[in-house]
């Protein structure tokens, strides 16, 4: 059975930091590029950040420079690490891999940034 289990979500001021951890069980990690989306309400889930296999990162433009994932194949974790915190960051961030032949999700965690 896979499992993606998400921590480190929180109540943060505009201009913080949190560090969002995802730890993974059922898959081969160290195969997979991992995902990290958010969904804010009355909003779309986005696709945030992800890493490859081999460490390559992407990220969408509102978040360059401020977010970066990283990953620990040893550990089977991927993790996010969020600077400089918005209002407009504050959403529910869920991690996601694509494996077996479906997307697969962990239960989220709520990141809200307010003063």
């Known amino acids: 059975q896979v499992r993606l289990v998400e921590s480190g979500g929180g109540l943060v001021q505009p201009g913080g930091s949190l560090r969002l951890s995802c730890t993974t069980s059922?898959?081969?990690?160290?195969?997979?590029?991992m995902n990290w989306y958010r969904q804010a309400t009355g909003k779309q889930r986005e696709l945030v950040a992800n890493?490859?296999?081999?460490?390559?990162?992407n990220y969408i433009e509102s978040v360059k420079g401020r977010f970066t994932i990283s990953r620990n194949n040893a550990w089977n974790t991927v993790s996010l690490r969020l600077n400089n915190l918005k209002p407009e960051d504050t959403a529910a961030y869920y991690c996601?891999?694509?494996?077996?032949?479906?997307?697969?999700w962990g239960q989220g965690t709520q990141v809200t940034v307010a003063s």
């Open positions: 890493i490859t296999s081999d460490g390559s990162t």
């Open positions: 059922g898959i081969n990690f160290k195969l997979y590029t």
């Open positions: 996601n891999v694509r494996a077996r032949g479906s997307a697969l």
